[in-house]
């Protein structure tokens, strides 16, 4: 699809989504998809995203990203709200006690006791079908229940834009405004709107991150890609997979699946 | 060009494999991912399967069928986001949901098994949700040994149930995923077909030019904007202009276009698709419908329908509720006028008493006041989908507008 097309429907998604909800809420990783999810929340709303921004914080991340992400904040006026689980990291938590663990706890747990206290009925993220086999299986509105277990195997029916709104009093929707977007779009997308985006995407010595998380599982590609151009062209012949910098979705097979049915985003 | 192709045809037609067969020939799987393949299927104890690029979740591995729709991207000619949609009657909801945001559907036949249950339900649903561009795949004529008269039996059975579904003269492939045989790549062990391979067809598909149409907008919401009363949503059909004269229905207002605005600037015109706001003199409301003042948006009370149902139980007299746009009002079922076999799309039964999971049936709604159109005349406002406890129960198309 032309970047207008995709555009047009995800804010249109954001404002059903901004409709239907009493209390949503965008998640934001800083990476690209989600900076670019932010943009467009802010283009449906002329500006001024009317709702928190959300920001699940391991305790793990790069330098890097808290800057980034405190900047922007500033920039934006964002209502950041940042979930940290707290016990979990002052235990001692990490990587080494098995990566599907320490997502779990640091990432699903952080955010299940966000969603707790601030009673959000909807939750605004950014994955896409083209990142991973298991996003592609996703709806634009997905319900988790209480447990934010993910009923994979029983989705509602979701046809043409008519959306399935509500998924029980104590639990909440997942909204996916940039399900149909590619990877390739984003970066074209990022160059058009002229988007700030973390300078670790970009190549320094023979080496960039394709894709941002924490940093004990997170390794950077060999690239020699260092402006988005190059980066648009590096996307359009590669054959490596963009998460494969991702220790968690390597760990086993279908641990991403097992991550996603416990409520991972 | 974009094109959506949904993938669709009875269980074990060999619909994933198919797309696992696209992706791999055109070189689309990302490195690692072969061998990926391979570990799981010895994991499995299986031989390596073409479909397992697309089925991801472990039940689907494990009982070896697709579960729910996967949409999937790939560059041809053209950028394909391709669909696969599973072949089980049980998940003929997702078989929707994926079937929903097709522009061309490919049916897939399998060659020794020729039409089953699914191979007509799924051309009666496309035929009910408006796919006009259409081909077949006879797949599996390994298995047949590549033999013509094998493609030419199935061709004219599959033909005649097509062309009872109003799909005349479509073009069939005879192919194997397994093997690859004209579905990338042309294939040598059928020299009688001269015919294209699946991709040499989807390459050459040429979409409706968009028509001009009348002016239709969907409201979805209001915003106070630095002070400025904003009314948001998309244009579905037609053009927006400034200046221009707007009715809204089923509230009833109407106001002269100020402003068309977007973040950061304004627009002269819109056009459709665009998701837009209006700076309007007028109290428009989410669900309302606007048009120009000389051809407006017609509101009524009723209105002759065709639906399917996917759960459940649905009587005369049942009230539900319904969403046509952003609008969503109470109906209630006036009449069944008749049921119609999903499978067959025979008439069944005429004036049944009630409907059941997975049947169509023609309706009379009776609605709170609701803008809708024909289905035949501008689609994005003549398809609704049925609420019930909310969840989402059923979906249809507009026939006939009731006054």
Same mark, same amino acid.
């Given at each position: 699809?032309?970047?207008?097309?995709?555009?047009?429907?995800?804010?249109?998604?954001?404002?059903?989504?901004?409709?239907?909800?009493?209390?949503?809420?965008?998640?934001?990783?800083?990476?690209?998809?989600?900076?670019?999810?932010?943009?467009?929340?802010?283009?449906?709303?002329?500006?001024?995203?009317?709702?928190?921004?959300?920001?699940?914080?391991?305790?793990?991340?790069?330098?890097?990203?808290?800057?980034?992400?405190?900047?922007?904040? *500033?920039?934006?006026? &964002?209502? %950041?709200?940042?979930? $940290?689980? @707290?016990?979990? +990291?002052? !235990?001692?938590?990490?990587?080494?006690?098995?990566?599907?663990?320490?997502?779990?706890?640091?990432?699903?747990?952080?955010?299940?006791?966000?969603?707790?206290?601030? *009673?959000?009925?909807? &939750?605004? %993220?950014?994955?896409? $079908?083209? @990142?991973?086999? +298991?996003? !592609?299986?996703?709806?634009?509105?997905?319900?988790?229940?209480?447990?934010?277990?993910?009923?994979?195997?029983?989705?509602?029916?979701?046809?043409?834009?008519?959306?399935?709104?509500?998924?029980?009093?104590?639990?909440?929707? $997942?909204?996916?405004?940039?399900?149909?977007?590619?990877?390739?779009?984003?970066?074209?997308?990022?160059?058009?709107?002229?988007?700030?985006?973390?300078?670790?995407?970009?190549?320094?010595?023979?080496?960039?991150?394709?894709?941002?998380?924490?940093?004990?599982?997170?390794?950077?590609?060999?690239?020699?890609?260092?402006?988005?151009?190059?980066?648009?062209?590096?996307?359009?012949?590669?054959?490596?997979?963009?998460?494969?910098?991702?220790?968690?979705?390597?760990?086993?097979?279908?641990?991403?699946?097992?991550?996603?049915?416990?409520?991972?985003? | 060009?974009?094109?959506?192709?949904?993938?669709?045809?009875?269980?074990?037609?060999?619909?994933?494999?198919?797309?696992?067969?696209?992706?791999?020939?055109?070189?689309?799987?990302?490195?690692?991912?072969?061998?990926?393949?391979?570990?799981?299927?010895?994991?499995?104890?299986?031989?390596?399967?073409?479909?397992?690029?697309?089925?991801?979740?472990?039940?689907?591995?494990?009982?070896?069928?697709?579960?729910?729709?996967?949409?999937?991207?790939?560059?041809?000619?053209?950028?394909?986001?391709?669909?696969?949609?599973?072949?089980?009657?049980?998940?003929?909801?997702?078989?929707?949901?994926?079937?929903?945001?097709?522009?061309?559907?490919?049916?897939?036949?399998?060659?020794?098994?020729?039409?089953?249950?699914?191979?007509?339900?799924?051309?009666?649903?496309?035929?009910?949700?408006?796919?006009?561009?259409?081909?077949?795949?006879?797949?599996?004529?390994?298995?047949?040994?590549?033999?013509?008269?094998?493609?030419?039996?199935?061709?004219?059975?599959?033909?005649?149930?097509?062309?009872?579904?109003?799909?005349?003269?479509?073009?069939?492939?005879?192919?194997?995923?397994?093997?690859?045989?004209?579905?990338?790549?042309?294939?040598?062990?059928?020299?009688?077909?001269?015919?294209?391979?699946?991709?040499?067809?989807?390459?050459?598909?040429?979409?409706?030019?968009?028509?001009?149409?009348?002016?239709?907008?969907?409201?979805?919401?209001?915003?106070?904007?630095?002070?400025?009363?904003?009314?948001?949503?998309?244009?579905?059909?037609?053009?927006?202009?400034?200046?221009?004269?707007?009715?809204?229905?089923?509230?009833?207002?109407?106001?002269?276009?100020?402003?068309?605005?977007?973040?950061?600037?304004?627009?002269?015109?819109?056009?459709?698709?665009?998701?837009?706001?209006?700076?309007?003199?007028?109290?428009?409301?989410?669900?309302?419908?606007?048009?120009?003042?000389?051809?407006?948006?017609?509101?009524?009370?009723?209105?002759?329908?065709?639906?399917?149902?996917?759960?459940?139980?649905?009587?005369?007299?049942?009230?539900?509720?319904?969403?046509?746009?952003?609008?969503?009002?109470?109906?209630?079922?006036?009449?069944?006028?008749?049921?119609?076999?999903?499978?067959?799309?025979?008439?069944?039964?005429?004036?049944?008493?009630?409907?059941?999971?997975?049947?169509?049936?023609?309706?009379?709604?009776?609605?709170?006041?609701?803008?809708?159109?024909?289905?035949?005349?501008?689609?994005?406002?003549?398809?609704?989908?049925?609420?019930?406890?909310?969840?989402?129960?059923?979906?249809?198309?507009?026939?006939?507008?009731?006054?």
């Amino acid at each position: 699809m032309e970047l207008k097309d995709l555009e047009n429907r995800s804010i249109y998604i954001i404002r059903e989504a901004f409709a239907e909800f009493k209390k949503p809420a965008v998640l934001w990783s800083t990476g690209k998809d989600s900076t670019t999810t932010l943009w467009l929340c802010r283009k449906a709303f002329f500006g001024r995203i009317p709702f928190p921004v959300i920001h699940i914080d391991t305790g793990y991340k790069f330098k890097q990203m808290y800057e980034f992400r405190d900047n922007l904040a *500033r920039e934006w006026g &964002l209502e %950041l709200v940042v979930a $940290r689980n @707290e016990e979990a +990291i002052n !235990a001692g938590v990490g990587p080494h006690e098995g990566k599907f663990e320490c997502c779990t706890v640091l990432k699903t747990q952080a955010l299940m006791k966000c969603l707790e206290q601030h *009673r959000f009925d909807a &939750l605004i %993220l950014a994955i896409r $079908r083209d @990142e991973h086999g +298991i996003r !592609a299986k996703e709806r634009y509105f997905s319900p988790r229940d209480r447990d934010f277990k993910w009923d994979y195997k029983n989705q509602p029916l979701e046809m043409w834009d008519q959306y399935q709104t509500y998924a029980g009093d104590e639990a909440h929707t $997942r909204v996916h405004p940039i399900l149909h977007w590619r990877e390739l779009d984003v970066w074209e997308y990022v160059k058009q709107e002229g988007l700030p985006v973390n300078p670790m995407y970009f190549a320094k010595d023979g080496r960039r991150y394709r894709s941002l998380g924490c940093e004990p599982c997170t390794s950077p590609i060999d690239s020699s890609a260092g402006t988005i151009d190059e980066i648009v062209e590096e996307l359009k012949v590669t054959k490596i997979a963009e998460r494969s910098g991702r220790a968690q979705d390597k760990e086993r097979a279908f641990t991403m699946q097992k991550l996603r049915a416990l409520g991972y985003m | 060009m974009n094109v959506n192709v949904v993938i669709i045809g009875h269980v074990d037609h060999g619909k994933s494999t198919l797309i696992g067969r696209l992706l791999y020939d055109s070189d689309s799987i990302a490195e690692g991912r072969v061998d990926e393949i391979q570990k799981l299927a010895e994991e499995y104890k299986r031989r390596f399967e073409f479909a397992y690029f697309i089925d991801a979740f472990d039940d689907e591995l494990k009982e070896e069928r697709t579960i729910d729709t996967t949409g999937v991207m790939f560059k041809g000619k053209n950028l394909y986001t391709v669909t696969d949609v599973p072949g089980h009657k049980e998940f003929i909801k997702n078989m929707l949901t994926g079937a929903s945001r097709a522009d061309v559907a490919v049916l897939v036949v399998a060659a020794d098994e020729g039409i089953q249950e699914q191979t007509r339900r799924h051309a009666f649903l496309i035929r009910m949700l408006g796919l006009k561009k259409l081909f077949v795949v006879v797949n599996k004529m390994d298995v047949v040994g590549y033999r013509e008269e094998v493609l030419n039996e199935v061709m004219s059975r599959v033909s005649s149930l097509l062309a009872s579904f109003d799909y005349q003269n479509v073009p069939f492939i005879p192919g194997s995923a397994l093997e690859g045989d004209n579905i990338y790549r042309k294939s040598g062990r059928m020299p009688w077909y001269r015919g294209p391979t699946l991709i040499e067809a989807l390459d050459s598909v040429e979409l409706p030019e968009r028509r001009e149409r009348v002016l239709r907008f969907v409201v979805q919401d209001n915003y106070l904007v630095d002070g400025q009363r904003v009314v948001v949503g998309r244009v579905v059909s037609g053009m927006l202009h400034r200046g221009e004269e707007l009715v809204f229905y089923p509230s009833g207002v109407r106001g002269k276009v100020e402003q068309i605005k977007v973040f950061g600037g304004e627009l002269e015109t819109a056009e459709e698709g665009d998701s837009i706001g209006l700076v309007i003199a007028c109290q428009a409301v989410r669900g309302d419908v606007c048009g120009p003042s000389e051809s407006p948006p017609v509101v009524t009370t009723g209105f002759l329908g065709e639906a399917v149902l996917l759960e459940g139980r649905l009587r005369a007299d049942d009230i539900l509720e319904l969403r046509c746009g952003t609008r969503r009002v109470t109906c209630r079922i006036k009449e069944f006028r008749e049921k119609i076999d999903s499978e067959t799309g025979e008439v069944v039964k005429r004036c049944p008493d009630y409907i059941s999971e997975h049947e169509a049936a023609t309706v009379v709604f009776e609605t709170e006041p609701l803008a809708v159109e024909k289905f035949a005349e501008i689609p994005e406002l003549g398809r609704f989908i049925l609420i019930r406890d909310n969840r989402n129960i059923g979906a249809g198309i507009v026939l006939e507008t009731m006054a």
